[in-house]
C-alpha cells in the first residue's frame, strides 16, 4: 500500500493547469540563525495545520489545510465543511488476488499436470483471465484519484485529470453505486459527481453535518436508495 496518509495527500494532490497532477516539491530548507537566549525558556506554540483537523461541527476530520490548488475552486463566501483525496494505491487487495491466482494454479497442476505442456499459445489465455482482476483493480485505483470537497451548500469534485464538478445539494438527483469508482455517483442536471469508495462514508457524514433538520419535501428528495444524501 502507498503512502496514504493525510499528510500525505495534502502534499501530493496538486491540481494544475490542464487537469495534470504533479507532485509537490519539498520545501527548501530554511536557515535562522537564533539569538542567544540568557532567560528561561518560552513556550513554543507549533504549527500544526497541516495535520488532520475539523473544519465544522459534526463534520469528518479533513487532512489539513486545503492546497491552494484544490481550494480556488470554492466561491466567494463559500464555506468549507471537509476535504479529501484519493492519492494513491491500495495495493492489498492485490495480494488477495494474486494469492487466489496462485492457489487456483496449484490445483490445476496437481489435478492436470499436462496443464504446462500447453504451447505458450494457448497457455497464456487461462493465466490472463486469471490475472485479470489484478488489471481491473489497478484501473479502478488510478481512476478513483481526485479530490472530494464538501461545502455548506454543494459538493465538488476535482479529478486528476478533466475539469472540476460541482452539484449543490438540492440539485442531486439520483444516487447511484459507481462501477468506475467502487464509490457512488451523484447525477444532477447538468454535472455528475463521482466519489471514490476510499470517500464514501466521510463524504457522506460531511453532507449529513450540513443538511441535519432540514425540511424537505417528497418532490425534493433524490433518487437514493442509498441513503447517501439523508
Do not use: C, Y
Not at 485479470?132 to 461545502?151: C, D, G, N
Not at 459527481?193 to 418532490?219: E, F, M
Amino acid at each position: 500500500m502507498t503512502d496514504d496518509t493525510p499528510e500525505a495527500r495534502r502534499r501530493a494532490f496538486r491540481i494544475v493547469a490542464g487537469g495534470e497532477l504533479r507532485r509537490a516539491l519539498p520545501p527548501a530548507p530554511v536557515v535562522v540563525d537564533e539569538p542567544l537566549r540568557t532567560g528561561p525558556p518560552e513556550h513554543v506554540v507549533e504549527d500544526v495545520s497541516g495535520g488532520p483537523r475539523s473544519l465544522a461541527p459534526g463534520a469528518p476530520p479533513s487532512p489539513g489545510t486545503a492546497p491552494l490548488e484544490i481550494a480556488r475552486h470554492l466561491r466567494l463566501g463559500e464555506a468549507l465543511v471537509w476535504w479529501d483525496a484519493k492519492a494513491g494505491f491500495d495495493l492489498r487487495p492485490l495480494a488477495w488476488i494474486g494469492g487466489i491466482s496462485a492457489a487456483v494454479l496449484l490445483v490445476a497442476s496437481l489435478l492436470a499436470p499436462e496443464f504446462w505442456q500447453q504451447p505458450l499459445s494457448e497457455l497464456w489465455r487461462p493465466i490472463a483471465v486469471l490475472l485479470s482482476p489484478m488489471l481491473l483493480w489497478l484501473v479502478r485505483e488510478q481512476f478513483s484519484q481526485r479530490a472530494i470537497l464538501v461545502t455548506d451548500t454543494a459538493v465538488l469534485e476535482v479529478p486528476r485529470r478533466g475539469e472540476p464538478q460541482r452539484l449543490q445539494f438540492s440539485a442531486v438527483q439520483r444516487v447511484r453505486r459507481d462501477v468506475l469508482t467502487g464509490g457512488v455517483v451523484l447525477t444532477g442536471k447538468l454535472s455528475k459527481i463521482r466519489v471514490p469508495a476510499a470517500l464514501v462514508d466521510n463524504t457522506r457524514a460531511a453532507i449529513a453535518s450540513q443538511r441535519k433538520g432540514a425540511l424537505r419535501s417528497q418532490a425534493e428528495r433524490p433518487d437514493d436508495p442509498l441513503r447517501f444524501m439523508g
